[in-house]
T-cell receptor, first 116, second 114 residues
Framework: DTGVSQDPRHKITKRGQNVTFRCDPISEHNRLYWYRQTLGQGPEFLTYFQNEAQLEKSRLLSDRFSAERPKGSFSTLEIQRTEQGDSAMYLC??????????????FGEGSRLTVL | AQTVTQSQPEMSVQEAETVTLSCTYDTSESNYYLFWYKQPPSRQMILVIRQEAYKQQNATENRFSVNFQKAAKSFSLKISDSQLGDTAMYFCAFMYRGAQKLVFGQGTRLTINP
């Protein structure tokens, strides 16, 4: 399968713990995105990478959140000192730089975080 | 900031019927894109259809078509000959031309009944 892969699919943690999610985009895609989706809502933009450069970051991404894409391939999203309000589905998506179809994102199945 | 509103939290129709999902958005810009994304139960979100705001012609993709009313800032999705596999959450989304950030609506849960 050459789609966007996310790991783990489910994570249950206690408040105050750190968690890290990994995303492997489609191999030829140089753009990578993170979104957060809470129950009953649409996805909210968190951050965007082009290759290894983090080009945009939402104000939703507090200082407890950090995302990296060190070699322009896979990406990690770390949440430190988790809070119950961080419980959500974290979606990763990728897209090619030039496709002629701006805004066509290829999403992974998401990583669901539950903070107890 | 731009907002996207989907006023129908849930809809339900019989298989083979036609259904229309509503979306309105708010922006002061003129160059943007609009999208409908589909999120089936426990599966990844996929793009259904895409509209460029500078194009007056409504986009179509097989059984899916849109009614884009730029002045009214309305972007509805019509699904013809609905199928059981169309059961999903449908999200309307907006993106400024040249940007990379999608702004999503709250979603409409569509159920196609046999």
């Amino acid at each position: 399968d050459t789609g966007v892969s996310q790991d783990p699919r489910h994570k249950i943690t206690k408040r105050g713990q750190n968690v890290t999610f990994r995303c492997d985009p489609i191999s030829e895609h140089n753009r990578l995105y993170w979104y957060r989706q809470t129950l009953g809502q649409g996805p909210e933009f968190l951050t965007y990478f082009q290759n290894e450069a983090q080009l945009e970051k939402s104000r939703l991404l507090s200082d407890r959140f950090s995302a990296e894409r060190p070699k322009g391939s896979f990406s990690t999203l770390e949440i430190q000192r988790t809070e119950q309000g961080d419980s959500a589905m974290y979606l990763c998506a990728s897209s090619p730089r030039t496709s002629g179809r701006s805004g066509e994102l290829f999403f992974g199945e998401g990583s669901r975080l539950t903070v107890l | 900031a731009q907002t996207v509103t989907q006023s129908q939290p849930e809809m339900s129709v019989q298989e083979a019927e036609t259904v229309t999902l509503s979306c309105t958005y708010d922006t002061s810009e003129s160059n943007y894109y609009l999208f409908w994304y589909k999120q089936p139960p426990s599966r990844q979100m996929i793009l259904v259809i895409r509209q460029e705001a500078y194009k007056q012609q409504n986009a179509t993709e097989n059984r899916f078509s849109v009614n884009f009313q730029k002045a009214a800032k309305s972007f509805s999705l019509k699904i013809s000959d609905s199928q059981l596999g169309d059961t999903a959450m449908y999200f309307c989304a907006f993106m400024y031309r040249g940007a990379q950030k999608l702004v999503f609506g709250q979603g409409t849960r569509l159920t196609i009944n046999p």
